[in-house]
């Protein structure tokens, strides 16, 4: 059984599946894996036919925090401020910072299939009084929860610590405020100037009543609250949030001993790493998620995030790399293994469920779908680069037949992805301009070995099989020639690029081959290996 399935054997009756996430400002493309593994969760949950709820929230009364996201006029002023209270910076009709930032993100759910059930934010809940029962209790057991910071984190706070932060009524401002008193129905606040070192606090203090909007929990307070407000049973996060004493840590105490529910299941997921490192939203680091869903068509992306288990991190770099591609072949793969296919080399167990849960409809006929034909994203790629070709009728010759309308909807996704990868992402050996006449330099550096080799592949092609009728076919017998005449496949490869691109790099090889007239390959190759002489 894959993951999610294993998970929703182990429960019974409704389930709520729950996240949420503070619009702090361009959502970077790993953000989208939380989403995605609770889309799987509640897929797994409606097969075992248990009546599942998934919700999607917005913290949006957390404070501005991110200096790098605002222009420099608007830093003094907006850094601490709600980001619900924050204007946008981006005049396209959104009612703030954070819904505008939320917005583009959540846009890209339907895309990728993820259909939460509803959606809440919490600057319009807190001002219902939904959160105002959890903010009582918080600071009656104010007491209580500064000893379980200090119990589950080592974190102590002064006695005089409240769990609540208050929107100041003078600046607006929430990240300066602290609360050091609580008379039962009002609070005494202080927005302190230096309390934090990224915002500037007004100075004012006083009473106020801490509800209906005017007073927010603290992060953990709030989450464990939310638990108990939408009766949430599973509510998964990242990896930074399930270290030993932190956030879930303190908010599954705080649920067990302030607001007296069990904590729901969590189950941890890790982080999208670029070049090693984990994207982050404020550092700047990261493809921004619209900008991969351009690129990278819903149902590979699902595959991205569900194809390691929750707990492994992923390494995604696609900027000058051959990142989309890969991601394109391994989904091929588990594609062709679904439906029977021999594959090379090894394949991940529960390669089935994996591939029936990257589909972007959770009704799809799962073995039409990974019988469908889908040409190789890198053999696109390259018929997309040359001149005079038709791209759909190279497919068809491909398949051995004509594209049904799915295959035909699956191509033409691909025409798109490949060439927005090739003007955003490639790498510059993957962009081909192909000589319409012998690189005789190139060719003239070639070793007498590399030579004979492409003699000896031009034979082959020619033999009376007939020339290779794809990228595989072309690749097997680069390889099965080279092997013969013992020849290094580094050196094989450098060969073929002389011939054709005038470098020693290139694409795929097969692939390129496959991609020209087969009369027009097995000219250059003997051309190409005829003794040269420089010009």
Request: a negative charge.
């Amino acid at each position: 059984m894959d993951w999610a399935d294993e998970l929703a054997a182990s429960v019974s009756g409704p389930q709520v599946v729950n996240d949420s996430k503070t619009p702090s400002g361009t959502v970077h493309v790993g953000s989208l894996r939380g989403p995605v593994i609770l889309d799987v969760i509640v897929r797994a949950l409606r097969r075992a036919d248990i009546d599942t709820t998934l919700l999607y929230g917005i913290d949006d009364m957390d404070p501005m925090d991110a200096q790098a996201l605002l222009t420099p006029d608007a830093v003094d002023y907006e850094m601490g401020r709600p980001l619900a209270h924050v204007p946008d910076q981006v005049p396209d009709g959104h009612p703030s910072y954070a819904r505008h930032h939320a917005q583009v993100f959540i846009d890209l759910f339907a895309g990728l299939g993820v259909h939460p059930d509803r959606y809440y934010w919490m600057s319009d809940i807190y001002p219902t009084g939904e959160m105002d029962g959890f903010i009582r209790t918080a600071l009656d057991r104010a007491a209580a929860v500064r000893e379980i910071y200090r119990r589950v984190a080592n974190v102590q706070h002064p006695d005089n610590w409240h769990p609540i932060q208050v929107v100041c009524p003078n600046c607006g401002k929430v990240g300066t405020t602290i609360v050091t008193q609580w008379d039962g129905e009002r609070v005494f606040f202080e927005c302190r100037e230096r309390l934090v070192t990224w915002a500037r606090g007004c100075g004012t203090s006083g009473w106020i009543s801490p509800f209906r909007g005017n007073g927010k929990l603290g992060w953990n307070l709030e989450w464990a609250a939310q638990w108990s407000l939408f009766r949430v049973p599973i509510e998964p996060c990242g990896k930074d949030l399930s270290t030993a004493g932190g956030s879930r840590d303190r908010a599954d105490a705080i649920a067990r001993e302030i607001f007296e529910r069990e904590p729901p299941l969590n189950v941890p997921y890790e982080f999208l790493n670029i070049g090693g490192k984990k994207m982050s939203t404020s550092k700047g680091r990261g493809a921004a998620a619209h900008e991969i869903a351009d690129v990278v068509p819903p149902e590979q992306l699902r595959f991205l995030f569900i194809r390691p288990r929750p707990n492994q991190v992923i390494e995604f770099e696609p900027e000058a790399t051959d990142a989309i591609p890969r991601l394109f072949d391994e989904f091929d793969k588990f594609a062709a293994a679904t439906a029977g296919r021999e594959v090379r080399g090894e394949i991940a167990p529960g390669y089935a469920a994996t591939f029936a849960y990257s589909l972007l409809d959770p009704q799809a006929d799962v073995a039409a779908e990974a019988a469908a034909f889908r040409p190789a994203f890198s053999h696109l790629a390259l018929l997309l680069q040359i001149p005079n070709v038709d791209v759909a009728a190279r497919v068809a010759a491909e398949k051995g037949s004509a594209l049904d309308a799915r295959e035909t909807a699956i191509l033409d996704e691909r025409i798109q992805a490949a060439r927005a990868w090739l003007e955003a992402y490639a790498p510059e050996r993957a962009i081909v301009a192909v000589r319409e006449t012998l690189p005789v330099d190139a060719v003239a550096a070639l070793g007498d070995d590399q030579r004979r080799y492409l003699g000896a592949l031009a034979d082959a092609a020619r033999s009376a099989d007939g020339p290779p009728a794809s990228g595989e076919a072309w690749q097997d017998l680069i390889f099965s020639v080279a092997a013969a005449a013992g020849l290094p496949n580094g050196r094989a490869f450098a060969a073929l690029y002389a011939a054709f691109l005038g470098r020693t790099n290139g694409p795929r090889a097969g692939w390129l081959l496959a991609s020209l007239d087969p009369g027009f390959v097995t000219d250059r190759l003997r051309a190409a290996a005829a003794p040269q002489v420089p010009a």
